[in-house]
C-alpha cells in the first residue's frame, strides 16, 4: 500500500465489495434513465422553442396594434377637426339667419311705425 493514492485504495476497497450484479444494476439503471432524459430534454427543449416564437410574436402584435391605434387616433383626431368645423360653420349660419330674421323684423317694424306716422327708427344688426 506504499505509494498507492490513499483515495484510490479506498475507492478499490469499496469496489472490491460491490458484487458484480450491483455494477449490472446500476449500468441498466443509468440506461433507464438516459432513455427517459433524452426525450424529456428534448420536449421540453422544442417547448421553449415554441414558447420563445409566441413571445416574439406577441411582441409584434403588441408593435402592430400601437401602430394601428396611433393610426386611428389620427383619423380621429381629423373627423373631430371637421365636425367642429361643420359645428362652427352650422353655428355661423344660424347666427346669419338669426340676424336676417331680426332684421326683417326691423324693416316691418320701421315701416309699420313709418304707416302710423312715427319717425323714429330702430337701429338694425
Do not use: Y
Amino acid at each position: 500500500m506504499e505509494g498507492e493514492d490513499p483515495g484510490q485504495s479506498s475507492t478499490q476497497g469499496l469496489g472490491a465489495q460491490w458484487p458484480s450484479w450491483m455494477d449490472d444494476m446500476m449500468t441498466e439503471l443509468s440506461q433507464q434513465m438516459e432513455s427517459v432524459l433524452q426525450p424529456t430534454h428534448c420536449m421540453v427543449s422544442d417547448i421553449s422553442r415554441r414558447l420563445t416564437a409566441l413571445e416574439q410574436k406577441v411582441t409584434d402584435m403588441d408593435v402592430g396594434w400601437k401602430k394601428e391605434v396611433a393610426a386611428l387616433k389620427e383619423v380621429l383626431k381629423g373627423v373631430a377637426i371637421v365636425f367642429k368645423r361643420m359645428e362652427v360653420t352650422e353655428s355661423q349660419t344660424v347666427e346669419e339667419k338669426w340676424k336676417n330674421k331680426v332684421n326683417e323684423r326691423f324693416e316691418h317694424e320701421e315701416k309699420r311705425r313709418a304707416d302710423f306716422g312715427h319717425p323714429i327708427s330702430l337701429n338694425r344688426l
